[in-house]
């Protein structure tokens, strides 16, 4: 059930991900380009998806790119981008009808591939530069997508909490850039950042599906020729320590506060007590049996909402919850009691067992879409690990009470960020 069968192969400056499976009706296809996180690129990278997005040479238009989509039976294209660890990853994706599906064969699996080269290695440019009214539509956009953060202030007191916790780190980079550097950039700094990126990055496609794997490979072969690179790798040597918890409050006008707590697990994924680490989450803050969610939330009455997430690839752990302010300095001693609970071993086999079940089931859920697959295969890029799927769900029912009481000693509280009202 859970046998996913991925071939990769070293192409010239690309890695081939091939995964053969008649689970889904599509094919998906998705190219990712990963680099460090840096100061100075990160608002050209967070422009760059959306402008290569809107057009290209064959396709000069949105209007034209999108009604050669339809053609294609419709096909799915989306751009993504992402922060992984220290690391910033744009994501090109399409999504065909298998022909083997469709009446008359087309070769809409090739024909898919040629789209994403074409978006990707052959933009719409003019006079060595992007298409200047496309950038500055993507520039507006951009602008939106960051203001977007502040408007949303769960997502803001995340973002401002991972700032304040790793001043210094690039992981406090937010991966859509600064208003004022979406200001300054150019459709010609732009398109020189472009071309830096094509000969730099770590570059890898995947290509899922019920495909013929040495046909598809042939097709790459053909479509995408690349010159070898080094990629370059994330400095993750420069992690602040926290000698003492920091504290930090901002007021606003919000009605509700949003108490939102940062440790340092200082376990990354594939380190051998990473499993442990995922199902110490799980019952500490992970899922809705857990001690965040029953204590804080349910037994004290103290939040609306009470949860933890994990940050595999940087060794951080993230608690999330919103609060009257009233209650934060309760919310916060309770917060702590549950950590000191879980380094105490003060859980059940029964929470133990509830949580593999769900995590196993949460992993089962994500690789029945193929973009979820993508995620979870991805990981191995970014970590440099070769975990495979199998061995992921079997390292989690080995975990004992003793592994998630040893990993639990490892978890310090970093910085508490609360954004609270401006009265009291």
């Known amino acids: 059930m859970s046998k996913v069968n991925e071939v990769v192969k070293t192409k010239d400056g690309y890695s081939l991900h091939i995964v053969k499976t008649d689970k889904y009706k599509t094919n998906t296809l998705v190219w990712r380009m990963k680099s460090p996180l840096k100061a100075e690129e990160v608002t050209l ?32 294209f989306f751009v993504d981008l992402a922060k992984k660890g220290e690391y910033h990853v744009m994501s090109f994706s399409v999504e065909v009808a298998n022909e083997k599906f469709l009446k008359d064969s087309e070769p809409l699996l090739k024909k898919g591939l040629q789209f994403l080269a074409d978006v990707v290695f052959d933009p719409n440019v003019e006079k060595g530069s992007f298409h200047e009214e496309t950038v500055a539509k993507e520039k507006r956009n951009q602008k939106v997508r960051i203001q977007s953060v502040f408007d949303d202030k769960m997502r803001y007191a995340n973002s401002r909490l991972v700032e304040e916790m790793c001043k210094g780190e690039a992981y406090a980079l937010h991966p859509n850039g600064t208003l004022e550097d979406v200001e300054k950039s150019t459709a010609a700094s732009l398109f020189n950042y472009y071309q830096e990126a094509i000969q730099k990055d770590e570059l890898d496609l995947y290509i899922i599906g019920d495909v013929d794997a040495e046909e598809a490979e042939k097709m790459c072969e053909e479509i995408f020729s690349l010159q070898n690179r080094e990629a370059e790798k994330a400095d993750a040597s420069n992690a602040n320590t926290a000698s003492e918890v920091n504290e930090f ?48 939330r349910e037994k004290a009455s103290l939040a609306y909402y009470a949860a933890s997430r994990l940050e595999s690839h940087k060794g951080l752990m993230m608690v999330m919850s919103g609060i009257d302010a009233k209650n934060y300095d309760q919310a916060v001693t309770i917060i702590k009691e549950q950590l000191q609970a879980m380094k105490n071993g ?31 295969l991805y990981h191995n890029v970014v970590s440099g690990k070769k975990i495979q799927l199998d061995e992921w769900l079997g390292s989690i029912e080995q975990v004992s009470k003793e592994d998630i009481t040893a990993v639990a000693q490892k978890v310090n509280m970093d910085t508490i960020y609360f954004l609270t009202g401006m009265e009291g």
């Open 346 to 376: 003060e859980f059940t086999d029964a929470e133990i067992q509830q949580t593999k079940a769900v995590i196993r089931n949460q992993i089962l859920e994500t690789i029945d879409t193929p973009r979820g697959l993508v995620e979870i």
């Open 45 to 76: 990278r967070g422009l760059l998806p959306h402008v290569l997005q809107s057009s290209s040479r064959k396709y000069p238009s949105t209007t034209a790119l999108r009604s050669y989509l339809d053609e294609l039976y419709g096909a799915n």
């Open 249 to 296: 409050i901002e007021k606003q006008d919000v009605k509700q506060g949003k108490l939102n707590i940062g440790y340092r697990t200082n376990v990354a994924y594939g380190s051998e007590d990473y499993w442990a680490l995922q199902v110490f989450n799980g019952i500490f803050g992970g899922f809705s049996h857990s001690k965040l969610f029953i204590n804080v």
